[in-house]
């Protein structure tokens, strides 16, 4: 059984900072790639970064050079830093860790609130 859990969130103001962080727990795999989509309300869910095994990243336009996305192998975790932040950054944010056979375990999500 995998889990993957998720920290970081919270409510902060626009041009301030967050860093959100996710770990799988529980059996053990290879780990193909780790990434976050964010789901605003009413919208759809949206892929915002990804990190590929080998350290190849990809961001959403809407995110890049405000956010960054990084692993630590290490500790087996995903981080994502979140800075510059904007209002319609306001989602709930989700962790997915993808094994080497392209199925992805998934987090219970994280609010990210960002006021004006």
């Known amino acids: 059984q995998v889990q993957v859990v998720e920290s970081g969130g919270g409510l902060v103001q626009a041009g301030g900072s967050l860093k959100l962080s996710c770990a799988p727990s529980?059996?053990?795999?290879?780990?193909?790639?780790m990434g976050w989509y964010r789901q605003a309300p009413g919208k759809q869910r949206e892929l915002v970064a990804f990190?590929?095994?080998?350290?190849?990243?990809n961001y959403a336009d809407s995110v890049k050079g405000r956010f960054t996305i990084s692993r630590d192998r290490a500790k087996n975790t995903v981080n994502l830093q979140m800075n510059s932040l904007k209002p319609e950054d306001t989602a709930v944010y989700y962790c997915?860790?993808?094994?080497?056979?392209?199925?992805?375990?998934w987090g219970q999500g994280t609010q990210v609130t960002v006021s004006s």
């Open positions: 997915y860790v993808r094994n080497t056979k392209f199925y992805d375990y």
């Open positions: 529980g059996s053990s795999f290879n780990i193909n790639a």
């Open positions: 990190i590929s095994s080998g350290g190849s990243t």
